[in-house]
């Protein structure tokens, strides 16, 4: 039976409409007002008023960027990252490692990352072996805008959402944005001020796709903080002469071992991704330099995509598509990697997918898409629109290694 609610079969009319920039102002208050999530499966995920596409609103930022900040090996203090200072290879032992360990804190505005320490969890931070960032030669340094030279390293967050049924939500970029337009990626952006990277994940859903997610919809993951073991000690009295002398024999006995369980937050942060746009040295010199934190949220039984899927409604200033994924398809995703792109032949017998797409005529719409399309992989000399994201394919595939 198709996942898609018959809610969805037909496309309707648009949900968004061109103002002109005075009324949009007019709206922008009651727009971007914060609604209150609703726990009920009586009630609608999603707001009911109509998405505005504000041209006012994409003119400049709304919002502090947060930047990071960067303590490398060996260093006693935290120091802005540098637009030109590739993050992996700060923390990494090796100049050449694509992947490294690391932890991650939001603390007084600003991403914290640092090399792994003692009692913090820590995670993993990639990049492509391509990173143009890594790649670029310190004497080309000098033709980057001063502009893009100074603007350091932004922050963002993304949600790998895993409905009840195991499936996953990826949207994919609208095709006006200036950064991976046309692109698949889990739902994401910027993270503001103060904001925690639960907080910044779920909004940037539930602005991009209409689905108000709490936490109170997640599962809580229990994880063991420590064993302890229970020990006693017998002592008998041993006679060593006719003096009586005496010493304490201390065999050691366990008596019980208790498990020490902690519930941990249903939104977790599962990897890194140091991203560079353009995503090649080929395609042109970076303007664009994030660490981007990829999160997961599993969310509870009865939130399936089918009870999900009807709820949607994607801003078209921000998401042109989204669908759902199945694990076995992820598993394919995966494995279409960068590095063999041109050398290796996939085999799988998926040929297409359902995705909800919007039509600037007739609305959201349900249509069937080339699967093979999410396989390909950041041409040389051309970006291909419709693939999935470098960033994205390792986030499923430490999802994928979750369970």
């Known amino acids: 039976m198709s996942i898609m609610s018959n809610a969805v079969r037909k496309c309707t009319r648009p949900v968004w409409q061109l103002r002109s920039i005075q009324d ?11 609604r209150v999530p609703d726990l ?4 609608s995920l999603c707001s009911s008023a109509p998405r505005l596409f504000r041209f006012d609103d994409m003119a400049q930022p709304r919002f502090e960027r947060v930047l990071v900040k960067l303590q490398k090996n060996g260093d006693s203090s935290f120091k802005n990252a540098h637009f030109t200072q590739c993050l992996v290879a700060a923390l990494s032992a090796q100049n050449d490692a694509c992947i490294t360990q690391c932890n991650v804190e939001m603390r007084d505005t600003h991403l914290h990352i640092s090399a792994p320490s003692s009692g913090k969890s820590a995670i993993k931070m990639k990049h492509p072996s391509f990173c143009p960032v890594h790649n670029m030669q310190s004497t080309n340094y000098s033709s980057l805008p001063e502009d893009v030279y100074t603007r350091g390293v932004d922050c963002g967050a993304a949600i790998i959402l895993e409905a009840g049924d195991g499936r996953v939500l990826l949207t994919r970029r609208g095709d006006n944005l200036r950064t991976f ?22 909004r940037e859903l539930r602005e991009e796709t209409g689905l108000d ?3 109170h919809m997640c599962v809580q993951p229990v994880q063991a903080l420590a064993v302890w073991e229970v020990t006693m000690c017998v002592q008998p009295v041993q006679a060593l002469a006719v003096w009586e002398v005496t010493m304490c024999v201390q065999p050691v006995y366990t008596l019980a071992m208790w498990e020490v369980n902690m519930c941990v937050q249903p939104v977790q942060a599962l990897a890194v991704w140091e991203s560079v746009y ?3 040295l080929s395609l042109g010199p970076p303007v664009r330099h994030h660490a981007v934190i990829y999160l997961h949220a599993k969310l509870k039984p009865e939130y399936t995509s089918t009870q999900l899927y ?3 409604q994607m801003d078209p200033s921000e998401v042109g598509a989204c669908a759902w994924f199945s694990r076995s398809m992820a598993k394919v995703i995966v494995s279409a990697r960068e590095e063999d792109a041109g050398s290796l032949v996939l085999e799988h017998s998926v040929e297409s997918f359902s995705a909800l797409v919007l039509n600037a005529a007739l609305g959201q719409c349900e249509v069937t898409l080339p699967f093979s399309d999410l396989l390909q992989t950041a041409g040389d000399d051309k970006d291909k629109r419709g693939r999935v994201s470098t ?13």
Do not use: D, M, Y
């Open 24 to 34: 949009a102002h007019v709206l922008k208050k009651s727009v971007n007002r914060k």
């Open 40 to 43: 009920s499966l009586q009630h």
């Open 181 to 202: 337009p046309g692109i698949w990626v889990p739902p994401g952006g910027h993270i503001e001020q103060n904001e925690s990277f639960a907080e910044a994940g779920l």
């Open 213 to 215: 997610i709490s936490e």
């Open 278 to 280: 353009p995503p090649k």
């Open 310 to 312: 009807p709820n949607i």
């Open 391 to 403: 960033g994205t394919k390792f986030a499923l595939e430490e999802w994928l290694s979750l369970t």
